[in-house]
């Protein structure tokens, strides 16, 4: 279900990033919010409370500013690559009813059999769904699945009115079965072990001559 989140704004006039960067001083947050082909709506936002909220997947955001309030989602989120700062935000305004595709994380629940493993062969699903009922996560038991078993897109179970946006409902999301061990051998070459045969045989006349009694 969709966590819908208040978050009080204002308005935002200054562009660039040097403007930027002194909201992010000031503990703001630069958004943008889209609104199909109208002109978009400029906003700051709260640095702390925002990126709380962000956490949750697919959240609902009820957006004031202005004077004026906004239902939207997160679009994209820009982050700093060092410090995972928060440094953009794009949301998309949708309206009550509305349905829209999102990217739902896929994670695994349950014990398989034995030694076989579950494997996530797609992390991320995009689903279609109300803007009000927009899935968190999709969880899929493994419980008592044994070595080979699959369980494939049509399997799943998504919340009322939630659809999967995939192009073939037999593609697998999760594989189960057992790690192959390979003992992984260095292979020599014939040219080293004809070099090593070559060194005894050397050491051995050599231990030979040696030990042989030299004439006076």
Same mark, same amino acid.
């Given at each position: 279900?969709?966590?819908?989140?208040? &978050?009080?704004?204002? !308005?935002?006039?200054?562009?660039?990033?040097?403007? @930027?960067?002194?909201?992010?001083?000031? /503990?703001?947050? *630069?958004?943008?919010?889209?609104?199909?082909?109208?002109?978009?709506?400029? $906003? +700051?936002?709260?640095?702390?409370?925002?990126?709380?909220?962000?956490?949750?997947?697919?959240?609902?955001?009820?957006?004031?500013?202005?004077?004026?309030? +906004?239902?939207?989602?997160?679009?994209? !989120?820009?982050?700093?690559?060092?410090?995972? /700062?928060?440094?953009?935000?794009?949301?998309?305004?949708?309206?009550? =009813?509305?349905?829209?595709?999102? %990217?739902?994380? $896929?994670?695994?629940?349950?014990?398989? +059999? =034995?030694?076989?493993?579950?494997?996530? %062969?797609?992390?991320?699903?995009? #689903?279609?769904? %109300?803007?009000?009922?927009? *899935?968190?996560?999709?969880?899929?038991? #493994?419980?008592?699945?044994?070595?080979?078993?699959? #369980? &494939?897109?049509?399997?799943?179970?998504? *919340?009322?009115?939630?659809?999967?946006?995939?192009?073939?409902?037999?593609?697998?999301?999760?594989?189960?079965? $057992?790690?192959?061990?390979?003992? $992984?051998?260095?292979?020599?070459?014939?040219? @080293?072990?004809?070099?090593?045969?070559?060194?005894?045989?050397?050491?051995?006349?050599?231990?030979?001559?040696?030990?042989?009694?030299?004439?006076?």
């Amino acid at each position: 279900m969709a966590n819908t989140i208040t &978050l009080k704004g204002e !308005v935002r006039d200054q562009f660039g990033k040097g403007a @930027a960067r002194r909201m992010r001083v000031a /503990q703001q947050i *630069p958004a943008t919010i889209y609104a199909g082909g109208a002109e978009p709506a400029f $906003v +700051k936002l709260p640095m702390r409370e925002t990126t709380l909220a962000l956490r949750r997947a697919n959240a609902l955001f009820t957006i004031t500013f202005g004077g004026d309030t +906004k239902m939207a989602v997160v679009k994209d !989120v820009q982050r700093n690559p060092v410090k995972r /700062q928060v440094e953009h935000i794009d949301f998309y305004e949708v309206r009550a =009813g509305e349905k829209v595709v999102v %990217d739902v994380p $896929v994670f695994i629940t349950g014990e398989t +059999k =034995g030694a076989a493993v579950a494997f996530i %062969d797609m992390q991320n699903l995009q #689903v279609r769904a %109300d803007v009000a009922n927009l *899935p968190e996560r999709i969880d899929i038991s #493994v419980e008592g699945l044994a070595d080979g078993d699959k #369980v &494939l897109a049509k399997d799943l179970k998504l *919340p009322e009115g939630a659809e999967l946006v995939i192009d073939d409902l037999e593609d697998s999301v999760v594989t189960v079965e $057992v790690p192959k061990e390979e003992s $992984v051998e260095t292979p020599v070459s014939a040219e @080293a072990e004809e070099g090593e045969a070559a060194a005894d045989g050397d050491t051995a006349e050599d231990s030979a001559e040696e030990a042989a009694p030299k004439a006076e």
